[in-house]
């Protein structure tokens, strides 16, 4: 009943990966190009008279068109929509000053912590720098919960979510260039 079955299994193994999504995004936050990669987004940013145009806002006349829309216009106003999630963060750091004092308490304290060879002693013990990041961490964490950080993240995560959900359902995105097309952009002329 058994066979000698044999399978070539020579050559080279290709042990690099490409990364996607979510991979990706934190490989280039590790290697220090999430500033070059979020002025990438923001580079890319409709006119706000365009983003709040009230004449394009109608609604669909059915469930597939408000489905092209949303993903549309979730597509053709990413940057704005980052930036009225920056906004609103920004708004809860300002009206919450107990949680902003936290915010700047935690960066400084990890800056003093990755600047150089600090070291922690406890009761005679010398700590390692991965337990100075677990206490580090974990005093944040309790100064944030403190400061009600959770109900901040979760009210910005909800405001956030509602105005852009609303926004990319609601404008027509008909009335928007298409993107393959560069000489639909009239505001774009050469003098």
Known sequence: MSENVKID???????????KGFQKLL???????????????????????QFVATDNFKVPVSIPRLSRRFYRNIEYFQANYLIVFLGLFAYCLITSPLLLIT??????????????????????????????????????????????????????LGATVTVVALHASFFDAEALPNLEDPEQFPMIEQV
């Open 9 to 19: 299994l020579s050559g080279e193994i290709n042990a690099t990966t490409e990364k």
């Open 27 to 49: 490989q280039h936050v590790r290697s220090g190009a999430a500033p070059a990669l979020l002025m990438g987004v923001l580079s890319s940013r409709r006119p706000w008279t």
């Open 103 to 156: 915010m700047v308490a935690s960066f400084f304290g990890y800056r003093k912590l990755t600047s150089g060879p600090n070291t922690w002693k406890i009761g005679g013990w010398e700590l390692t720098k991965t337990q100075q990041y677990v206490i580090a961490a974990a005093g944040s964490m309790a100064l944030c919960w403190l400061a009600g950080a959770g109900a901040v993240l979760f009210w910005v």
